[in-house]
């Protein structure tokens, strides 16, 4: 079992804007790194938007620029590995230096090995989490972190 990951931010300009620049400049690399990443599986290269909207389906109605992620790795330690520990993570802390604060979602699932998830799978388990919020077939990190404290809680008593 895998564990799939979308999510989308709406940028503070057009990708073609010298504001956004220094993130759009470095996707490629950081996209590279992922590649080598242990745990890497698949990640979507193309642009999700268009393909989005080729599947006749919105991300969000949020106006603003939208740029999306979207890949699958063998564990959410690994995701969260690239996330926070690699070339990833200084983008990731830079964040509102490109991006409209509090404007992305982000929603994680179970693939089974081998699955490679389209875009009409992505939003619908964003829709998903949305509707019904997080629980064994989509979740957050948020949600992950939760559980592992109460794991780890639980078991010290």
């Keep these: 079992m895998n564990i799939a990951h979308f999510n989308y931010g709406i940028m503070i300009a057009p990708r073609d804007d ?12 950081v996209e590279a790194v992922a590649a080598r990443t242990p745990g890497y599986v698949w990640n979507m290269v193309d642009d999700i938007v268009l393909a989005a909207a080729a599947a ?3 991300i969000t109605e949020r106006p ?3 740029i999306c ?3 699958v790795w063998k564990t959410v330690e690994h995701f969260e590995h690239f996330l926070h520990k690699t070339l990833h993570g200084g983008f990731l802390r830079r964040r509102g230096e490109w991006f409209v604060e509090g404007q992305s979602e982000m929603v994680l ?3 089974a090995d081998g699955h490679i998830p389209d875009i ?3 939003i619908d388990r964003l829709e998903q989490l949305r509707a019904e919020g997080p629980g064994q077939e989509v979740f ?3 949600h992950v972190r939760a559980q592992r404290g ?4 639980h078991a010290s008593r």
């Design 120 to 122: 009409e799978e992505a």
């Design 109 to 111: 699932w179970p693939v």
């Design 64 to 66: 603003g620029p939208i």
């Design 56 to 58: 006749d389906r919105k």
């Design 18 to 29: 010298p504001a956004v620049a220094g993130f759009v400049d470095h996707i490629d690399a």
């Design 69 to 71: 992620s979207f890949s």
């Design 140 to 142: 957050t990190l948020d």
């Design 150 to 153: 109460w794991c780890d809680g």
